[in-house]
């Protein structure tokens, strides 16, 4: 059974922090690329983040460059997603997904595993 876990959110004030965790399971880790999206009320799901299956390369929406970071242990089968200075507009549900197909990282429809979600909220 696959599944990828979620954990982390919750309520922040603007500027402060959140580390989110995705635990995966059933299903082949180590050698994807994975992925942190997120949907707000009423607008698409869009790309965060996301990290090679070694580490190696990291890619970031413009909108979290410089304040949050991708990261994963592939020893715990895990990807963490750490926010800081985060911001109202940063308020969404957030997805980690896995990468099945080649082509571009930010594209949702490249990705065939997702968890559920967690909620984050950024009060300001």
């Known amino acids: 059974q696959v599944q990828l876990v979620e954990s982390g959110g919750g309520l922040v004030q603007a500027g402060g922090s959140l580390r989110l965790s995705c635990a995966v399971s059933?299903?082949?880790?180590?050698?994807?690329?994975m992925g942190w999206f997120r949907q707000a009320p009423g607008k698409e799901r869009e790309f965060v983040a996301a990290v090679s299956g070694r580490g190696r390369s990291t890619y970031y929406a413009d909108s979290v460059k410089g304040r949050f970071t991708i990261s994963r242990d592939n020893a715990k089968n895990t990807v963490h997603l750490q926010m800081n200075s985060l911001k109202p507009e940063d308020t969404a549900i957030y997805y980690c997904?896995?990468?099945?197909?080649?082509?571009?990282?930010?594209?949702?429809?490249?990705?065939?595993?997702w968890g559920q979600g967690t909620q984050v909220t950024v009060s300001s």
């Open positions: 997904a896995r990468k099945s197909d080649s082509g571009a990282y930010y594209d949702p429809l490249k990705y065939d595993y």
């Open positions: 059933g299903v082949v880790f180590g050698t994807y690329t």
